[in-house]
């Protein structure tokens, strides 16, 4: 008999048919479904003890992306810093361009950007108005319907597929 686990839950499928058939005395049914049982079991208890370790390092991985994000955040602020002392010190120099070597260092002027004081003041060829209708379906409310025997054209209930507890 194989020992994988599909194995022994085809093999106890098995067992139960028979013993629908009356091919089996009650004894010997027992006895077998006894036995396959316990051998499932223990296989579903070493395949949830590797998905708890699969799930613990889910755990590790998550925290050492944020470990890592936390990093990416400190350097980029550091070049950020370096960047702007380097801008800094040119200006103070009053150099716009400098050569060296490996870079050409260059203060550009600053770019133009738009700040709008008070909306309401601007002329209407500066301002495009709108209107949008938002449709929010309550869904807890016509679940309940639903499920009190209401028949509502547009919405069902539908039951999804079966899902794996473990405690």
Known sequence: ???RTIDL???MQKLQALAE??????EMIADTLE????????KL???????RDFLGNVEKCDAEAKRLAERKKMWN????LLKKYILDCMITAGSDSVKTATNTFSARKGSQRLIVDDEELLPDDFVESFTQIVNKVKSDELKKALLAGTEIKGAHLETGPRSLAVR
């Open 45 to 51: 208890d070493a395949t949830m003890a590797v998905v």
């Open 1 to 3: 008999m194989s020992t």
């Open 77 to 80: 602020n550091q070049a950020e």
């Open 21 to 26: 058939n009356g091919e089996l005395t009650p």
């Open 9 to 11: 839950a085809i093999e």
């Open 35 to 42: 036995g396959l049982e316990g051998m499932l079991g223990d």
